[in-house]
């Protein structure tokens, strides 16, 4: 269990062919891998840029090798995609079971979905172009990043009926969240001086105190 | 004037060598178009995937034609970035010249900066990746962007201290900014039935209110 603001937050992993084997979570560790590799790549040259030997040479892997795990480029695109929403998915049925009141499931929303950019994948695959993607595997990409912006507007949408966020458009309150949030993938460097804790409480007590009602008088912390 | 919200807000135009000559006036005009066309292409299939050939004809012309406007694809995407910053920043300038309160001052900035987004190439051309520019052309495009930043933290700073905005970081505040407005380049669609004033004005509403010591009771206006 992970220690976030005033609150634990359990991260979920999904599950990437993870069965009780050794042998099939070594091929799932490496998978991940694999997958963060790539992701960086993307994100540096872009899809078509990127070539799948320098994404082998990274995980220290031959050309070859890596075709054992993924049929080829757009199969690693499919998977990035794939892994960061099964872990935004995740996070959201947590954060939604939970029943709190709605300015507390956005917080605990924002300081888990901050980690994810900042702590898997660098979270570049969940901005990656999708236009690589063949008709198939698009559509079942975008249902499952639909559902997550739909789990987020009905976060909203509750808290503006109780009263407890101000009245306004739900869709533009939440793509505003989520471009401050998927953007940390930009310029967030896990070397520099800001630890992904700072980042996830501060977007938190920003993005929540702009929609309350009643926000606290000061900051929760003066720096 | 355009009028935004509460305020009027004269849009800037970067000057694309415009002369007084209307020739030279056609070919700046021409530039422009050649930008929008590529920003668009750049962004749904990354540098590397997008083609001069579709570059040029999507504004009717022919791939010889268009090397008569720019060098080769590394000169316009250099120049796309060179037009959006360029009016980001005389954006900037108008703003901090006017002498406002920091909050003002930051709405006038987050309104003008969406519509910039919305109107102007439609933003893409600032999130664009620079990995694909020569060194000297990066270094140049860099230094604009991080003077734009430097400006958006000075505001921020100012309202700190003047006790305006809650204590934080600034940086992070700014990066905040910076990624709801940019992210708008992902999901805006001009035929959509979000108007780009609406937009400007639920984000100034949305992202101020969240710094604001002070903020307003409730939101300026019932949905």
């Given at each position: 269990?992970?220690?976030?603001?005033r609150?634990n937050?359990?991260?979920v992993?999904?599950?990437?062919?993870?069965r009780?084997?050794?042998?099939s979570?070594?091929?799932?560790?490496?998978?991940?891998?694999?997958?963060?590799?790539?992701a960086?790549a993307?994100?540096?040259?872009?899809?078509?840029?990127?070539?799948?030997?320098a994404?082998a040479?990274?995980?220290?892997?031959?050309?070859?090798?890596l075709?054992?795990?993924?049929?080829?480029?757009?199969?690693?695109?499919?998977?990035?995609?794939?892994?960061?929403l099964?872990?935004?998915?995740?996070?959201?049925?947590a954060?939604?079971?939970?029943?709190q009141?709605?300015?507390?499931?956005?917080?605990?929303?924002?300081?888990?979905?901050?980690?994810?950019?900042?702590?898997?994948l660098?979270?570049?695959a969940?901005t990656?172009?999708?236009d690589a993607?063949?008709?198939?595997?698009?559509?079942?990409?975008?249902?499952?990043?639909?559902r997550f912006?739909?789990?987020?507007?009905?976060?909203?949408?509750?808290g503006i009926?109780?009263g407890?966020?101000?009245?306004?458009?739900?869709?533009?309150?939440g793509?505003?969240?989520?471009?401050?949030m998927?953007?940390i993938a930009?310029?967030y460097?896990?070397?520099?001086?800001?630890s992904?804790?700072?980042?996830?409480?501060?977007?938190?007590?920003?993005?929540v105190?702009?929609?309350?009602?009643?926000?606290?008088?000061?900051?929760?912390?003066t720096p």
């Amino acid at each position: 269990v992970r220690q976030i603001g005033r609150e634990n937050w359990e991260p979920v992993y999904y599950n990437l062919n993870v069965r009780s084997k050794p042998r099939s979570r070594r091929v799932a560790a490496r998978r991940v891998a694999i997958l963060r590799s790539a992701a960086a790549a993307f994100r540096r040259r872009g899809f078509h840029g990127a070539s799948v030997e320098a994404i082998a040479r990274a995980v220290r892997m031959t050309k070859g090798n890596l075709y054992y795990y993924f049929a080829d480029k757009e199969a690693i695109l499919y998977a990035c995609h794939d892994y960061s929403l099964g872990l935004a998915l995740a996070l959201m049925a947590a954060v939604r079971r939970s029943r709190q009141p709605p300015d507390r499931q956005l917080r605990r929303l924002i300081e888990g979905f901050v980690h994810l950019i900042t702590d898997e994948l660098h979270g570049s695959a969940l901005t990656l172009e999708l236009d690589a993607l063949g008709p198939a595997r698009r559509r079942r990409i975008v249902a499952r990043r639909d559902r997550f912006d739909r789990g987020l507007r009905a976060i909203l949408r509750r808290g503006i009926r109780q009263g407890v966020f101000v009245p306004g458009d739900a869709k533009l309150y939440g793509f505003a969240i989520m471009g401050a949030m998927n953007w940390i993938a930009r310029w967030y460097d896990p070397a520099g001086p800001v630890s992904s804790n700072e980042i996830a409480r501060t977007f938190a007590d920003y993005l929540v105190r702009g929609l309350s009602v009643r926000p606290r008088a000061t900051a929760p912390r003066t720096p």
